[in-house]
């Protein structure tokens, strides 16, 4: 099935640039409303069926996939159940608007200390909500910021309107910023925004290639983020702004209309995911096999001829197991031969033999495992480092460049198992188990 196309010339530009050049694309998506649906307790939410499916999909089908929240990372991975799937190995989540920030690679999370506002916001916030006779409004504390959830209340708009003046003046206090949400009011620091989050994460190096970006939110708090997709536009980029909203309060939503596509709920937008990556898997090489600008043939070819070696490395490394194993068990057979030979009554020979050879280092001080210990330590670790930092410094990390491209050469397009990849490389496949 095509994939529903924007409504505007800029996304359908956009989606045109992402589908002819996918490893120079980033997705990012907001969580709450988009790859979740909306709840009234946010400890309630769950992920739509079929969105971490689909994410792994598309984050080795594109340059990469970002989830930009208001939620703690945490929060996030808990609820999404982002950690050790197969395909999201590259996944990044910026939580807090991108105070916070996790890579899988990692599997760490950076972030500065706590705005020392929050603190006092966290005292001073339940008082002026009994104040205002709005106690039934919800206070999720995030650590770094605090959101005052009102979808609980009877007439949530009404306790919007009551409650945005005085708690903007509460914020100002203590010097922290005021983010208007879906029924939702947050205090955090100020000067972090989806927009400035997602600046910075196109300014990494490793993301020096993006040049189209695809957004998919629900609220106002990201509208920050269609900004930074316009000013990437602006360079000379291209982007896709989606938009998720209830077509039965669509009006309530600023997002429509700035959105180059609107998708009526978070299982239309999976859906519209698969979609495209079904279009992507016509017969394009995976991401992670397609060169970054910039890299020439001769450190292409030099990366693959140090590939080559360290996979001749790693067969030698399988040698010395062997011969490690075999070591072991040729001394347990000598043990054995030993009881046999005191049984048939030659103990002279059986006791020199025991005293001799079962037992012995085969190298000066070493047994074989010694020997398998000093080799992984110490040039076995040292060579797979260097690789590493030769891919990460040269080709950001990619592997298998120069067999990837051979492969393009050699297979005929087109024609049945000759297909750059597996239909199901996206979802089912590690990138470890490709040859």
Do not use: C
């Amino acid at each position: 099935m095509a994939v529903r196309p924007p409504d505007s010339d800029d996304g359908l530009a956009g989606l045109d640039r992402l589908r002819a050049e996918p490893h120079t694309a980033l997705l990012a998506t907001d969580f709450d409303g988009v790859l979740a649906p909306i709840v009234d307790d946010p400890a309630d939410a769950h992920v739509q069926p079929g969105a971490v499916r689909v994410l792994a999909r598309l984050s080795v089908q594109l340059g990469a996939v970002v989830i930009v929240t208001g939620r703690p990372v945490a929060d996030a991975l808990r609820l999404g159940g982002f950690e050790g799937v197969p395909g999201l190995e590259r996944l990044r989540i910026l939580g807090q608007y991108g105070v916070e920030q996790w890579d899988a690679t990692t599997g760490e999370v950076t972030a500065p200390e706590p705005h020392p506002g929050v603190e006092g916001a966290r005292a001073a916030v339940p008082a002026l909500l009994d104040e205002l006779e709005l106690s039934e409004a919800h206070v999720e504390d995030k650590g770094r910021a605090l959101g005052v959830h009102l979808r609980r209340l009877p007439d949530p708009e009404a306790a919007m309107a009551r409650l945005r003046d005085p708690l903007a003046a509460l914020a100002a206090d203590n010097d922290l910023a005021v983010e208007p949400g879906k029924d939702v009011l947050e205090l955090r620091a100020p000067g972090m925004d989806k927009g400035a989050a997602l600046d910075a994460l196109l300014a990494a190096a490793d993301l020096a290639d993006v040049r189209t970006v695809l957004y998919a939110g629900d609220d106002l708090g990201d509208l920050a983020a269609y900004d930074a997709v316009q000013r990437l536009r602006d360079r000379g980029g291209a982007g896709v702004l989606l938009g998720v909203a209830d077509p039965a309060a669509a009006e309530r939503n600023e997002l429509v209309e700035r959105a180059d596509l609107v998708l009526g709920s978070p299982a239309e937008l999976v859906g519209w995911f698969d979609q495209l990556a079904d279009t992507l898997s016509a017969d394009h090489p995976a991401a992670r096999h397609v060169r970054p600008d910039g890299v020439d043939d001769t450190t292409v070819e030099a990366l693959g001829k140090l590939s080559e070696a360290l996979e001749l490395v790693e067969d030698a490394r399988g040698s010395l197991y062997s011969f490690h194993r075999k070591t072991g068990a040729a001394d347990l057979a000598l043990g054995e031969a030993v009881d046999l030979l005191r049984a048939a009554g030659h103990d002279e020979l059986a006791d020199r033999i025991a005293a001799e050879l079962v037992g012995s280092n085969v190298i000066e001080g070493r047994w074989t495992f010694q020997v398998v210990e000093e080799y992984d330590d110490g040039y076995y670790a040292a060579f797979r480092q260097l690789e590493t930092q030769a891919r990460t410094s040269l080709a950001q990390g990619r592997r298998h460049l120069y067999e990837a491209e051979m492969k393009e050469r050699r297979r005929t397009h087109g024609r049945r198992h000759h297909e750059a990849g597996p239909d199901h490389e996206d979802s089912d496949h590690h990138e470890d188990s490709e040859a």
